[in-house]
């Protein structure tokens, strides 16, 4: 194959990607299987009906729509019937299904959530939040992306296991073990946690829990109002969400 057909395919492969959705490819690091889930915002189509397994080790390639937004997450100690379906999780459970079907994780449980572009706008938003609480480490990365000013794009992550340095009052323990870390709005449901009452918007502060959490994982969204530092923009024909990126 001569280098200018090469390189006329792979412009082609480039042009389509970018026109036709995002692909996301949802890569389980950890030693142990997860269960993917998968909420789409209303109207948007649910890819594998909201949720699969991955095993160790294990990748799976999503394709969705330009203009899709929703979030992904990670359930773990998850026990399932084959012919049904139906079960029970130990972090980010919906609803004791496999496949979400429209519904959220029970918190807590990181997120990654994503908004690509609007009919308006091609930039895409992605961040990895913490304000639902955390389960397991997890990063989004794209490839082959740039900013609109022509800068490389952001990494949003949680790298660290949180749970390690979880304080007491927010641990969420399985038999003996904390497998997750509630946010202080849930343990508490204080107005000053919950961004609510007299604590909207700019009175939202960050809390020395949102603050601990942000020591640990700077590239994540750590409180309600974390814009600044926690939320990403790039332009990419695909992203790369792992889950316990640094084991």
């Known amino acids: 194959m001569s280098s200018v057909l090469h390189f006329l395919i792979l412009f082609c492969f480039f042009c389509f ?18 269960w993917p889930g ?9 890819p594998l009906g909201g949720g ?3 095993k160790s080790g294990q990748r799976r390639v999503l394709r969705v729509s330009q203009n899709w937004s929703g979030r992904i997450w990670a359930r773990q100690g998850c026990t399932f019937d084959h012919p049904t379906g139906l079960g029970a999780c130990q972090t980010g459970d919906c609803g004791g299904l496999l496949q979400c079907k429209g519904l959220g994780g029970k918190p807590p449980a990181t997120l990654v959530e994503m908004t690509f572009g609007t009919p308006t706008s091609p930039q895409h938003y992605y961040d ?9 480490p997890i990063s989004m ?9 022509g800068d490389g794009c952001g990494v949003a992550a949680c790298e660290m296991n949180l749970n390690v340095c979880c304080p007491s009052s927010l641990e969420v323990k399985e038999k003996g073990m904390v497998v997750g870390c509630k946010s202080p ?4 449901g204080l107005p000053k946690y919950c961004c609510t009452g007299d604590y909207v918007g700019e009175k939202c502060q960050p809390t020395v829990f949102g603050k601990l959490f942000k020591m640990v994982c700077p590239r994540a969204y750590s409180h309600p109002y ?21 084991t």
């Open 128 to 136: 990895v939040s913490l304000v639902d609480g955390f389960n397991l």
């Open 17 to 34: 990607s970018l026109t036709d959705g995002v692909q996301l490819m949802v890569t389980n690091n950890c030693n142990y299987t997860v």
């Open 141 to 149: 990365i794209p490839l082959g992306g740039r900013q609109d000013d």
């Open 52 to 54: 699969f397994v991955l």
């Open 226 to 246: 974390d814009e600044a530092t926690g939320l990403k923009t790039c332009t990419a024909p695909r992203y790369v969400i792992t889950f316990c990126p640094s």
């Open 38 to 46: 998968i909420l789409a915002t209303a109207g948007q189509e649910t």
């Open 185 to 188: 709005c849930l343990a508490t």
